[in-house]
């Protein structure tokens, strides 16, 4: 059972859809970063949320970090192709200095 | 981009075998990170060092050494590979990025069959 639950695994959508990912965990970070990863590559941090209730944008993706710090939502407005890619959120505990990475969202966005 | 490479990017080798990967850091940071990236599974940590000498373990350490002699080597070692450790193996530095704050910086990676 990995302490970071991200959904949807899987995500096909047309270009111009909105979609949201989701990752929660009964546990508190103290941030929790967003990632996005090409294949063959390593990820590439996409934002880090600190606060409680924090809002971040980055042009058309909108991140936000639960009030309890213990969940985490990254929402793409009209997709494009260009946003086809493997997201994942990573959270860091409190007094440690180890990251815990969600499963993953694979998103696919076509034309 | 930080400053971070791994030795080598893909390896074949066969169960039973010892090996080595090596992950090499310009930027000076303390932390060093080993995951391993499986289907469904996101990344896992494996060992992770806060200093030359100083390591601990991840979640999934079974099976896996590491060792950190400098401050820009680290080493992980599987010491007798195993068909379930095919996966592939990521490097990551934590540092201040270009934004300010704290992050994660990976390295390309290293693809690792074990036939």
């Known amino acids: 059972t990995q302490l970071l639950e991200q959904s949807p695994q899987f995500l096909s959508i047309q270009e111009g859809e909105n979609l949201t990912v989701y990752c929660n965990s009964s546990s508190v970070f103290s941030s929790l970063q967003w990632y996005r990863q090409e294949p063959g590559e390593g990820p590439v941090l996409l934002v880090t949320v600190v606060t409680g209730g924090e809002v971040k944008k980055l042009k058309r993706l909108t991140f936000q970090f639960g009030d309890a710090r213990k969940d985490s939502s990254l929402h793409i407005t009209a997709a494009q192709p260009g946003d086809t890619g493997l997201y994942l959120c990573?959270?860091?505990?409190?007094?440690?200095?180890?990251?815990?990475f969600g499963s993953g969202t694979k998103l696919n966005v076509k034309p | 981009d930080a400053g971070i490479t791994q030795s080598p990017r893909h390896k074949v080798t066969e169960t039973g075998t010892p090996v080595t990967l090596r992950c090499h850091q310009t930027?000076?940071?303390?932390?060093m990170y080993w995951y391993r990236q499986d289907p469904g599974h996101g990344l896992r940590l494996i060992h992770y060092s806060y200093g030359v000498k100083d390591t601990d373990k991840g979640e999934v350490s079974d099976g896996y050494s590491v060792s950190r002699s400098k401050t820009e080597d680290f080493l992980l070692t599987l010491e007798s590979a195993t068909s379930s450790q095919t996966s592939v193996y990521f490097c990551?530095?934590?540092?201040?990025?270009?934004?300010?704050?704290?992050?994660?910086?990976f390295g390309p990676g290293t693809r690792l069959t074990v036939l």
């Open positions: 930027e000076n940071h303390r932390y």
């Open positions: 990573a959270g860091l505990r409190y007094n440690f200095n180890k990251f815990y």
């Open positions: 990551a530095i934590w540092g201040i990025g270009t934004s300010g704050q704290n992050e994660q910086f």
